[in-house]
């Protein structure tokens, strides 16, 4: 189970673990007792670790699903990460507590910061970055979450190989209204790459509904 006191790579070790034992075979279980998914819809799961997942179903290509677990930190904070799967290995990408609040603050201001973090995960099907100075701009519904360019890359022993994992996390989120001209001028850029990348149905609803 995940503590407050664990450090990156014992975190890392954690998440990976139920990742594989338990949360990929949860799901593709899941998927396929609901059959075709036609709106997107929020569940939350505790795994027999004790973890706390967030999954959010989506009915791109009949059926997709997103992965977030939570960190607990000291002092009552947290961090959200996404987890994401690639051939060659996984990125977990974190959203913390401050992210939460500036998203209830300056863009769902009718909801509590996880209740608006939650919200716009649902909302964000894809994450679309791209660095600017020395700082990662990633487009999320309503605005942009700004983190640093450099991670913290860590190898998990997986017996046979070594399993890469790419740490990252934001470290404040900036509405639209609240952007400056050149970062305007580079969110857009992200959002042109996103639409050219993987199309329009993987933009933000708000991104959507604008192109």
Known sequence: MLVESMSDMEFVL???????????HYVKRAVEKKG??????????????????????????????????????????????ALMPSYNGITLFGFNKHVAQRISERFSTDMTPFEALKDMFIRTPAINQI????????R???????????????????????????????????????????????????????LERLGREYLTDQDRDAF
């Not at 009915?59 to 959200?80: A, D, S």
């Not at 360019?149 to 209204?177: A, C, H, Q, W, Y």
């Open 140 to 194: 999320v519904n309503g605005g942009v979450c700004i983190g640093p360019v450099m991670g913290k890359r860590i190898n998990i022993d997986m017996k046979f190989k070594e399993l890469p994992v790419e740490l990252r996390t934001t470290k404040t989120f900036i509405s639209d209204d609240l952007l400056f001209d050149d970062q305007e001028e580079v969110t857009h850029e992200a959002i042109v790459r996103g």
């Open 36 to 81: 075709r998914i036609k709106r997107r819809q929020a569940s939350s799961y505790k795994s027999k670790k004790g973890n706390h997942w967030l999954i959010i179903y989506r009915p791109q290509y009949e059926g997709q699903v997103g992965l977030y677990i939570k960190r607990p930190q000291t002092n009552n904070r947290y961090t959200w990460y």
């Open 131 to 138: 660095e600017f100075d020395s700082q990662f701009y990633t």
């Open 14 to 24: 954690e998440v990976v673990r139920d990742f594989n034992d338990e949360m990929m």
